[in-house]
T-cell receptor
């Protein structure tokens, strides 16, 4: 158990819909990361927050947004869903902005039908 | 973006034997961090080993060790005394203060009895 909690574990939704994935980082960790893992794209970095502020942005679509709340939990919002958004979405956390070990949650499986 | 390349999509090793997984990366930075993560069929991302670029000594964790060649920008993972439980996808990853953790496409390791 990494200490990073993600909900829901599985989600099936229709195209055009909107979903929210939730992440609670390990106790004491200030950084939260979101990654997308699809079959043909490997692990793609989406976005990082550090202590409530956006720190780094990767290949995140405009239809996707995220935030980190004062209690340090984070949410990833995916809207206008397309079939190609079906993937495993990982949240990860670490103590600092960079350099420290990054611990991953078990992921949220999103299936868009 | 910093590029991480894993040139071996699949590798196979017999139980109790040694296998080396290759990883190269592209960076102009002198200070950075390198990681190997393991992803078993459960899809959980598990840290195997971490290397700080300023340290010349190669990192070791039990049966796992790395060969870090900074000038060559190479970071290979050696697994000694391979076990059936080592079968997984292995990802090499790079991070520095300006970039979040960036993964290679992975190497699938098969362990045969």
């Amino acid at each position: 158990d990494s200490g990073v909690t993600q909900t829901p574990k599985h989600l099936i939704t229709a195209t055009g819909q909107r979903v929210t994935l939730r992440c609670s980082p390990r106790s004491g960790d200030l950084s939260v990361y979101w990654y997308q893992q699809s079959l043909d794209q490997g692990l793609q970095f989406l976005i990082q927050y550090y202590n409530g502020e956006e720190r780094a942005k990767g290949n995140i679509l405009e239809r996707f947004s995220a935030q980190q709340f004062p209690d340090l939990h984070s949410e990833l919002n995916l809207s206008s869903l397309e079939l190609g958004d079906s993937a495993l979405y990982f949240c990860a956390s670490s103590v600092a902005k960079s350099g420290n070990t990054i611990y991953f949650g078990e992921g949220s499986w999103l299936t868009v039908v | 973006a910093q590029t991480v390349t894993q040139s071996q999509p699949e590798m196979s090793v017999q139980e109790a034997e040694t296998v080396t997984l290759s990883c190269t990366y592209d960076t102009s930075e002198s200070d950075y961090y390198l990681f190997w993560y393991k992803q078993p069929p459960s899809r959980q991302m598990i840290l195997v080993i971490r290397q700080e670029a300023y340290k010349q000594q190669n990192a070791t964790e039990n049966r796992f060790s790395v060969n870090f060649q900074k000038a060559a920008k190479s970071f290979s993972l050696k697994i000694s005394d391979s076990q059936l439980g080592d079968a997984a996808m292995y990802f090499c990853a790079y991070e520095n203060s300006g970039y979040a953790l960036n993964f290679g496409k992975g190497t699938s390791l098969l362990v045969t009895p």
